[in-house]
C-alpha cells in the first residue's frame, strides 16, 4: 500500500478519493513519519453474511417481553 503525506493527501485529496474508487486502490497516510490512516475502499456486504451471523446467535426469548416493558415506560406527549 503505497505511503502518502497528509499534506500530499490534503492537496490531492479528489484524485486520491478517484483511485480508490474508480481503480481500488488502497494508500496509507503518513503524518511525521509515522502511519495514520488508511484510505481504502469500503468493503461490500451482502444480505448473506446479515443472515449468517443471524443464524449463529439463537433466539432471544426475553426480547418480545423486554421491548413490551420499554413501549410501557414510553409516554405519548398530546400537542395541540
Known amino acids: ?3 502518502v503525506s497528509a499534506t500530499e493527501a490534503a ?3 479528489a484524485d486520491l478519493l478517484d483511485a480508490v ?3 481500488g486502490e ?3 497516510i503518513v503524518r511525521r513519519g509515522r502511519a495514520v490512516a488508511h484510505l481504502e475502499p469500503v468493503r461490500g456486504g451482502s444480505g448473506a ?3 449468517e451471523i443471524l443464524r ?3 433466539h432471544d426469548r426475553d426480547w418480545a417481553t423486554e421491548l413490551a416493558a420499554l ?3 414510553i409516554e405519548v406527549e398530546n400537542r395541540p
Open 1 to 3: 500500500m503505497p505511503e
Open 11 to 13: 492537496r490531492k485529496f
Open 21 to 23: 474508487e474508480h481503480r
Open 26 to 28: 488502497r494508500f496509507t
Open 49 to 51: 453474511g446479515v443472515k
Open 56 to 58: 449463529r446467535h439463537g
Open 71 to 73: 413501549r410501557d415506560l
